[in-house]
Nanobody, 116 residues
Framework: QVQLVESGGGMVQPGGSLRLSCVAS????????MSWFRQAPGKEREWVGT????????NYADSVKGRFTISRSSAKSTLYLQMNSLKPEDTAVYYC?????????WGQGTQVTVSS
């Protein structure tokens, strides 16, 4: 079955960096459109960015553009989110998502906390 497992979260000071990973299984990762979302306490889930199949396009929310980079490794069936220049407002649980047919599949999320 489809499975997405995020990791790499943690606590970091403002201005710091983290790299999140999302290991995928149960579908053809190399051709799938993958996305990152986040949800801060008391707020709705927010789109962070989406990447289409390798060689395709990657788009970002304005709030992270220029600071976050999405990449992928088809060999490892892994999606990455490199986060630089982190701000306290980036604190959230981060989720990866894949849309297959008519269904969305989500990982369990990984917590990112930006605090001094």
């Amino acid at each position: 079955q489809v499975q997405l497992v995020e990791s790499g979260g943690g606590m970091v000071q403002p201005g710091g960096s983290l790299r999140l990973s999302c290991v995928a299984s149960g579908f053809t990762f190399s051709s799938a459109t993958m996305s990152w979302f986040r949800q801060a306490p008391g707020k709705e889930r927010e789109w962070v960015g989406t990447t289409t199949r390798p060689g395709g396009t990657t788009n970002y929310a304005d709030s992270v553009k220029g600071r976050f980079t999405i990449s992928r490794s088809s060999a490892k069936s892994t999606l990455y989110l490199q986060m630089n220049s982190l701000k306290p407002e980036d604190t959230a649980v981060y989720y990866c998502k894949v849309w297959l047919g008519s269904l969305d599949y989500w990982g369990q999320g990984t917590q990112v906390t930006v605090s001094s």
